[in-house]
């Protein structure tokens, strides 16, 4: 009877620490997503929060051949997440060629990365923050939502000239690093 009535005391204990702790990931959503809202704010941003996904999305214009990029900031109990999507798609003949050019590209950035997908043809830079003790400052979250859109700048018209034109990735990379040095 005492090893039953033990088992019922680890079980509700248990029961108890589950909901303590979805408590607490629901309060850290919370608080991210205000910290993010805080952060756009700030910056004056236009964006669409969509509370059931936890994300924020926002479009935005590009100085380079891309035009635009459409951004979203994905929240987690442990990690805030943000994708600049490329408006180009390549098709399975470009596929190598991207993937070489986002290779150099990504080799020179530090705050974001390429990201090719060869199923669907589509192009995205992505930066994250992993949260271990600290929440984000707004300063933070706004280094998270405009690494990959630098990125995308940097190297956007690279990957419009091989996506569009079919120019090899290297010619495209040193284009680019050569705009960059001379920016």
């Known amino acids: 009877m005492k090893k039953w009535i033990a088992v019922f005391l680890s079980l509700c204990m248990l029961a ?44 935005f214009s590009l100085d380079c051949a891309l035009g635009r990029s459409d951004v979203t900031i994905y929240l987690y109990d442990d990690m805030i997440s943000v994708a600049a999507d490329c ?6 003949k470009s596929f190598e060629k991207v993937a070489v050019f986002t290779t150099l ?16 043809g589509w192009i995205t ?36 000239s091989i996506c569009t034109l079919g120019v090899d990735p290297h010619e495209a990379f040193e284009s680019c690093q050569t705009s960059i040095e001379t920016a």
Do not use: H
């Open 16 to 59: 108890a620490c589950g909901s303590a702790f979805a408590e607490t990931n629901a309060s850290v959503e919370e608080q991210l997503a205000q910290i993010v809202q805080s952060a756009l704010d700030l910056e004056k941003l236009a964006y669409e929060y969509d509370a059931e996904n936890q994300s924020f999305s926002i479009s």
């Open 87 to 92: 408006p180009l798609q390549f098709d399975s």
């Open 105 to 120: 590209a990504n080799n020179e950035l530090y705050y974001a990365q390429f990201r090719v997908d060869r199923e669907y």
């Open 125 to 160: 830079c992505r930066s994250c923050n992993v949260i271990e003790s600290a929440l984000p400052t707004e300063e933070e979250v706004l280094t998270l939502l405009y690494a990959p859109l630098w990125a995308m700048e940097d190297y956007g018209n690279g990957l419009a």
